[in-house]
């Protein structure tokens, strides 16, 4: 009785660390963002000592099946809520798509959701199971199933796929399915084979073409991830926005690019693949070690029959390789809970309790932190009115007094230089201004960086500013826009022409009405020269 008094605390304190995305009003400003780690690190805490705790005192088998049930709980609610929204019984969180979950878009719930397929598969194949409880989790399994294809999320349901397989391959299952099949496939293999190749290269193809521009944009952010990890291979840069955004402009000015990939750069703030972001950030040594881990943890996983977490950890890593799960605080936590259920089977207590150990000094240290943030960001919510409304004077004052605690935050930096560069204070803005490009690919930072110098009388470097930013991401017109004045102003009329031309064709994303006026501008400029 008292066992089962214990297993339910646990999951409890299991799932309510796992649902904190829920109660926080999420959307995807940064107050919002920071809040989800600081509930990561609030319930973390309560989760991992009660973890921590039961760890010394439930057999490890029960500490797996309660991990089990906790992440199959809130999938399964995050696929109701999906369900519910696409039949609009209850709101989308964004507005462009129709389900979100208790995420801010489709793409993480399908790869939240395709986690617990491989764990409720395993469950299902475990021989003591009853048949009322085999029941149950063919319903959830089906309700998962279900939520899934609406998100659209090509990444979770290849990682469905694969963790299938593997847990089909775990729980000696292949065996069965091959034994099932016609006879005529039996006798056959070979055709068999070649039909299944078939199948995947047809449905590789239609992946690809289903979301074409995406498809494409992600091939050039891991492109150019790869050569930012070139740029620093063994103690990474630090930061991924800049280190990217610095291979970018080379990538570009080098002149091999196709017009399709100018089309598709832009400035993003993740890599779509968190193996290539733990590359470009801490280095190939950091990244072999990682891949190490996670194989060792595979493979022990599998030797000791928990395939339904290793299984649930090929999801993870297979919806990381297009995807930026590891900045979302609620998968960490899932991930951290994977790999406890897969080291605590058959070890020693010692090492079962290192990873509670871990979450509670992790949390602890950090929710003070996350607390300040959530403080300054509100306050700057507030002082935003003023810069929305261009009273750049009274931002400059105001931001000035947040500035040091909010160094870290790259928008609120360039809102800061750019209101010193707006009141003319230009060598006050140039170092804010290149603050925020150390934690930014944002190619308008480079734009007021060389504005402030072409203010200064300083063409030269202007130049080199507008000329990074024109380089960064191509199909802008507003780098071209500037240079085209600053040669008027140098009296270069080759270079000036030159830009005349490159704003006139030049191919762009999307035409409004602020491309045509710069274009109007520097058309009336030109007949005046």
């Known amino acids: 009785m008292l066992q089962k008094v214990y297993v339910s605390i646990l999951l409890i304190a299991l799932v309510f660390w796992l649902t904190m995305n829920y109660g926080i009003g999420l959307s995807c400003d940064e107050v919002h963002q920071v809040l989800q780690w600081r509930q990561f690190c609030f319930r973390g805490i309560i989760a991992g000592g009660i973890l921590l705790i039961f760890s010394l005192i439930l057999k490890p088998q029960i500490i797996i099946e309660t991990i089990e049930i906790s992440i199959i ?144 944009g992600r091939l050039l952010l891991w492109k150019i991830s790869a050569l930012a990890i070139a740029d620093a291979p063994i103690l990474g840069s630090n930061n991924f926005a800049a280190a990217y955004g610095t291979a970018q402009e080379k990538y570009f000015s080098d002149c091999c690019a196709t017009d399709s990939e100018k089309l598709a750069a832009g400035a993003p703030e993740y890599a779509f693949n968190e193996y290539l972001q733990i590359g470009v950030e801490y280095g190939l040594p950091i990244l072999v070690l990682v891949l190490a881990v996670l194989v060792f943890l595979i493979r022990k996983s599998y030797c000791e029959k928990t395939s339904g977490l290793s299984g649930a950890l090929i999801a993870i890593m297979v919806f990381a390789f297009a995807s930026y799960p590891l900045h979302l605080p609620v998968f960490v936590a899932v991930a951290v809970l994977i790999v406890f259920g897969i080291i605590v089977r058959n070890s020693r207590k010692i090492f079962g309790m290192i990873i509670p150990v871990a979450v509670i000094i992790f949390t602890s240290l950090n929710l003070d932190s996350y607390n300040q943030k959530v403080q300054n960001l509100e306050k700057w919510g507030y002082m935003q009115i003023l810069y929305r409304n261009k009273c750049y004077k009274d931002v400059v004052d105001r931001y000035s007094t947040i500035y040091d605690a909010m160094s870290w935050n790259p928008r609120f930096v360039y809102e800061y230089g750019h209101s010193l560069y707006k009141t003319k204070q230009y060598e006050l803005a140039i170092p804010v201004l290149e603050n925020a490009a150390r934690h930014s690919s944002d190619q308008m930072i480079l734009n007021i960086i060389g504005e402030c110098y072409q203010a200064l009388g300083d063409f030269g470097v202007a130049e080199k500013y507008y000329q990074r930013a024109a380089n960064r991401i191509p199909s802008r017109l507003y780098p071209h826009y500037l240079l085209y004045f600053l040669y008027c102003d140098m009296g270069n009329d080759s270079l000036r022409q030159r830009e005349y031309k490159l704003v006139n064709t030049l191919e762009i994303k999307t035409e409004s009405p602020a491309t045509r006026d710069l274009r109007r501008k520097v058309e009336e400029k030109e007949k005046c020269n």
């Open 73 to 216: 709980a809130v999938c399964t609610l995050e696929s109701v809520y999906c369900l519910l929204q696409l039949y609009g019984v209850l709101p989308s969180l964004h507005g462009i798509f129709k389900v979100t979950g208790s995420f801010y878009n489709p793409g993480p719930l399908g790869g939240f959701i395709a986690v617990s397929i491989p764990i409720l598969l395993h469950k299902i194949f475990e021989p003591k199971n009853s048949k009322t409880a085999k029941i149950i989790l063919y319903v959830v399994l089906i309700i998962n199933a279900i939520a899934l294809p609406p998100t659209l999320s090509r990444t979770a349901w290849i990682a469905t796929v694969i963790s299938i397989v593997y847990v089909l391959v775990g729980n000696g299952k292949l065996g069965g399915v091959w034994a099932s099949m016609p006879a005529p496939v039996k006798k056959h293999p070979r055709s068999f084979i070649i039909f299944g190749t078939v199948l995947v290269v047809i449905a590789a193809i239609f992946l690809w073409h289903f979301k074409r521009g995406s498809a494409v």
